[in-house]
């Protein structure tokens, strides 16, 4: 793989693995926990909160990734905050890039999380509790092995999301080589220079099988998850 | 071990207050749809809280609204059979059953092979739900329910769903249920022919109250339930043992007033039974008949005389210490001048006893 591709380009293709891989794994629990909210739970602002939610899929990506700079930047209310405390710097970092593409991905995720847990039968967890279990022993034990392929197919979007994330991204942390370049970042500034043509190409060839894999890859755990796991 | 139940509940469009005791044996709350038979059952199991009263379980309150007691469903260790069964899809049937038994602290009552014996699942261990038939699933949600060392199980409507040969197969099992293990059943049903069959105490429930209460022979024969049950479903139910079986196919059974020939029962001779007797299919004779086909001939006194809304009178007898209802016109009831106090002679066609309306006991 790094034989065909250049170095640059490789930087870039690993990089947006590690972003998105770690964008979708960290903000999954948050993404179940909220979708499981909208779903079940009843408490004011929880129009509030799901418009929230949806903000990024609406918006404008920079307009997105704009506002992170204002509030996660580092005089930003946040990120001076998490600067001071813990000695975290998001903006123009790579760190940063994984909360633009998570925060551009959670809308996804949270839509298809939520539909799963809408279609779970809330009298299996009624008679879940009437065997014994509390509240969290009936959402391990039953709630959520029955969401696993909403769960899944969840967070592939998200995964495919967060890959292919531009916008939010290169206004909130640049498009730094080696630090903030992801894919497609990367493919915009080989296309920016004379030459850049066959790098660009390698790399929106690799999207594409990456994208395709994803795919693939949550359809055949999906099947598995639900031929355990069918409804009736 | 028993339950005690005194709650009110006030909505919009009904209103509940139910107040009654479940001994030992089978309770069964009776009445129509929307009498509030699943309010109660769903308030006893904690999937409902009721706006006041009082549900507890030998003296221990699940409920008290005075003294802020509501034990959540899973700290009120009651077993809990849905009509729709409910068993977890995602989950085998042998992990379906033991799911309760990891959150008991009780010793285990029954264990997993007692249990697939009494309810004949043994062979469905390794299944999944969606593969088993409407009664494989229901004996499976019974079996689950055992499992999870209940005080007290709830069977809500459990044969509702199944057709009349998939209720023929379980009837027998929850029988054994009442009788075999020591755990008090709360039975929610519409069905007459289920209350017969199984229920020790009946609570007939009519728009939110209590309409009638008592143990379940008394509260049959009582000629006043016709207006709960209907004129073709109100029957009384008889305790027999079983005598001896013919070998034309009858089987002779000792009721307290004498003996019954019914077309050929499981039951082995010795076993008790119980036998529902609809009060339509029962005539009445002032003289003994003679050249009559039927083969139940019974002597009985007229104890009450209860005129129905059209030309039916329903009698109640007293057939040795049990009690028969038996509904003829008003006009054969003048004809035969019957009153209270008259010896007759009761007729019952065997082949009229359906074998669904015999049961053990």
Known sequence: MSAWLGPDEWQAVALSLRVSVLATLLSLPLGILTAYALARWSFRGKQVLNGLVHLPLVLPPVVTGYI?????????????????????????????????????????????????????????????????????????????????????????????KAMGEFGATITFVSNIPGETQTLPSAVYAFLQVPGGE???????????????AAVLASELLARRVTSRTSRR | MSLSVDIQQQTAHFSLQVAFDAPAGVTALFGRSGTGKTTVINAVAGLMTPD????????????????GVNLPPHRRALGYVFQDSRLFPHLSVRRNLTYGQRFSSQRPGATLAEVCALLGIADLLDRAPDSLSGGERQRVAIGRALLSCPKMLLMDEPLASLDTARKAEILPYLERLRDNTDIPILYVSHSVAEVARLATTVVVLEAGRVARYGPAERVLSDPEIVRQLGVREAGAILPATVAKHHDDGLSELTISG???????????????????ILAQDVILSLDRPEGLSALNILPVTVMTLRDGSGP?????????DDRLLARITRRSADRMKLSVGDTVHAVIKSVSISPVDIGTS
């Open chain 2, 312 to 320: 039916g009178v329903i009698v109640q007898l007293a057939c040795g």
């Open chain 1, 198 to 212: 066959a790098s660009a190409m390698r790399l929106v060839v690799l999207s594409v099988i990456i994208a395709l």
């Open chain 1, 68 to 160: 992170l700079l204002l509030t996660f930047g580092r005089r930003g209310l946040i990120g001076g905050w998490l600067e001071d405390t813990f000695g975290l710097v998001l903006a123009f970092r790579w760190t940063g890039a994984v909360l633009a593409a998570a925060i551009m991905a959670f809308p996804l995720m949270v839509r298809a999380i939520r539909l799963a847990v809408e279609a779970v039968d809330p009298k299996l967890e009624d008679a879940a509790a009437t065997l014994g279990a509390s509240g969290p022993w009936v959402f391990a034990t039953i709630t959520l092995p029955l969401i696993l392929p909403g769960i899944i197919a969840g967070a592939v979007l998200a995964f495919a």
């Open chain 2, 258 to 276: 004498g003996r019954l020939f019914l077309p050929g029962t499981d039951a082995a001779p010795g076993q008790r039974t119980r036998v529902r």
């Open chain 2, 52 to 67: 006041r009263g009082r549900i507890a379980l030998n003296d221990t309150p699940l409920f008290d609204s005075e003294r």
